[in-house]
């Protein structure tokens, strides 16, 4: 994934810039990223590898090595940024959050065309940020730039530039597919990802960007460039995954919906699962943890964390390059706390099921640590499609999804033409995918929350929301 922050301000702006940026560290582990104008010095651009350390140990010198009065700041999970460019629409610094899947294309049809180049990385790919400032580039204007690159662009692409002479340009991608904010302060402006980073700084005024929408930012104000489309399909993993609780998205905060899942889950369940059953109701942490709560609220039996993640010196599991390295790294965080596992029947709810390699090292653990039983709930339905449009999971192929190796092995290929029937739990074909995922996991039982109580639990029309990993609609 990725997220951005950016600032415009009447004063210095390195506090802002670096917290801001430090705040997005929940969205990306492999580059951290700073572009920042002087009126005296121009921009400067500095870019560190945060794979085995955070954010703020790699930039805690900025505040010597930096200055300015605007900025803008990313972390990255893949590409090198905010990257310098010179073009016909002068020199500015760039950051992008999403993906591009039709890259090769754009490549191909801008160097036959204009006879450009580009720097290759390593395995010969190309930065995608700097794709899109080519794309940009092609225009006579930012504004007529971004709108050109985001029709051109097969995925997503939320744009952010610094110009060279402190102005801040913030494009929203074209479908709002992932968040934008703006909000005004006392000394100037910023534009975020999560929203809760503007207020903490002491920014007020809080709006989101509507999709498509392209602002200008300085200290004085928000500038509106292009106004926002009329069609919205924002990503409903954000709310089930990986928004952070803070966060609101739509005025819908991240926390409040995910106990209002839970709760629609335990009401769904209470047919399925007698409470007498269940001694404890936890979640895997961190992100299922909520969802757990709103379950354990409503269904009366208490909450418990059977297992505390240590989390000091391997805060992200998914760190590590290598998978049987994460997968260990995973385990070793899971610390048990035995009162509470020994001799349980336990429930626990995860934000969701994707491949099932680490949730399987997590039920073993449980039983080694002498649970009864294990029950597991899915706070999302199953993963039918790997996600085209955002950069926030590893898979590469649908079939590295737990739910499509299931049904390959239930029917084939033939089984793919009804996917609607085995994310159903009442089909036979739901109930079939069910039990085998328990039967692969070793869990006592299984359910995935419905679409419907997903779009119950955010409170958006379905319309507005991307569903395409569960269901394959655009």
């Given amino acids: ?5 950016g600032v415009a301000s009447k004063n210095n702006c390195l506090t802002d810039i670096f917290f801001g940026t430090d705040y997005h560290s929940h969205l990306g582990t492999k ?18 590898n945060i794979e085995n350390s955070p954010f703020r140990t790699k930039f805690q010198n900025v505040f010597n ?7 803008i700041g990313i972390i990255s999970d893949m590409h090198p940024q905010p990257l310098l460019i010179h073009s016909n629409l002068g020199t500015y610094a760039v950051c992008t959050v999403g993906i591009i899947n039709n890259s090769e294309e754009l490549i191909n049809n801008y160097v036959s065309v204009n006879g450009g180049h580009f720097n290759a990385m390593t395995g010969g790919k190309i930065n995608s940020t700097e794709l899109t400032a080519a794309l940009i580039s092609q225009k006579n204007s930012f504004e007529q730039g971004i709108k050109f690159a985001q029709d051109k662009i097969e995925g997503t692409a939320n744009i952010l530039i610094l110009k060279d002479d402190g102005t801040v340009i913030a494009a929203r991608d074209k479908l709002g597919r992932l968040p934008v904010v ?5 000394n100037g402006c910023c534009v975020s990802f999560e929203s809760f980073v503007c207020q903490k700084l002491g920014y007020e005024d809080l709006r989101d960007l509507g999709p498509g929408e392209i602002v200008a930012i300085t200290p004085d104000g928000i500038n ?4 926002p489309g009329d069609k919205k399909k924002i990503c409903s993993f954000l709310w089930s995954y990986y ?11 991240v926390e409040a919906m995910r106990y209002r899942n839970g709760k629609i889950m335990a009401q769904n369940d209470k047919e399925n699962l007698p409470e007498s059953e269940i001694d404890y109701i936890g979640g895997v942490p961190d992100s299922g943890t909520p ?4 379950y354990a609220n409503e269904s009366g039996v208490p909450f418990a964390r059977a297992f505390i993640k240590y989390t000091p010196t391997w805060s992200r599991s998914f760190m590590p390059q290598n998978q049987s390295e994460r997968n260990r790294v995973a385990k070793m965080k899971q610390i048990p706390v035995l009162e509470l596992i020994k001799d349980k029947n336990l429930l626990f709810v995860d934000d969701s099921i994707v491949r099932g390699t ?26 039918m499609y790997g996600c085209k449009y955002l950069n926030f999971s590893r898979n590469t192929n649908d079939m590295d999804l737990i739910a499509r190796r299931v049904i390959l092995e239930l029917e084939g290929e033939e089984g793919f033409k009804h996917i609607e029937e085995y994310s159903d739990s009442k089909t036979e074909r739901g109930k079939a995918l069910r039990k085998n995922i328990c039967e692969k996991f070793k869990f006592d039982s299984l359910e995935f929350q419905s679409l419907e109580g997903v779009v119950k639990a955010i409170g958006l029309d379905e319309c507005e929301l991307c569903t395409y990993c569960w269901n394959g609609k655009e």
Wanted: glycine letters at 14%; aromatic letters at 8%; one cysteine or more.
């Fill in 1 to 5: 994934m990725g997220g951005f922050f």
């Fill in 31 to 48: 580059r951290g990223g700073l572009a920042v104008y002087d009126p005296e010095i121009g921009l400067q651009r500095e870019i560190h």
């Fill in 65 to 71: 090595e930096m200055r300015g009065t605007s900025a």
């Fill in 182 to 186: 703006v909000a005004k302060g006392e």
């Fill in 224 to 227: 509106q460039l292009s106004p």
């Fill in 243 to 253: 928004g952070y609780p803070t966060s609101n998205y739509e005025g819908i905060n």
């Fill in 291 to 294: 969802h757990a709560i709103g």
């Fill in 358 to 383: 680490q949730l399987r090292e997590t039920v073993e653990f449980l039983y080694e640590s002498g649970a009864k039983s294990v029950h597991m709930r899915s706070a999302c339905p199953p993963i």
